[in-house]
């Protein structure tokens, strides 16, 4: 991987930045607002440069964290207000999906 994100990269985190608190998108959201790339295509921008943006509001579309970082989503979704499924583990997708606009 490069040093430095490539033009696809900065896409993603530049929308990914947009993101207001209390929402999230999925991978697949994310590719789908830009009209390129794929959700693994994101994921990959999202493990190399995600930690500059609020990698917490981009997550699985089932709602689950980013992997190997649950606990912290899960603080940061509880601080942030953000729609959680009972039990608490997971987003609330239907509810908290960024439109993009």
Known sequence: MAAEPDE???LVLDLVERIPAGRV???GDVAELLE???PRQVGRVMAHWGGAVPWWRVL???GS???GHERRAL???RAEGTPLRPGGAR???RRARWSGE
Do not use: S
């Open 36 to 38: 390129c790339g794929g």
């Open 91 to 93: 987003v609330d997708m």
């Open 65 to 67: 964290p980013p992997a």
């Open 8 to 10: 696809f990269a900065e």
């Open 60 to 62: 699985r579309a089932d």
């Open 25 to 27: 998108l999925a991978y």
């Open 75 to 77: 603080e940061r979704y």
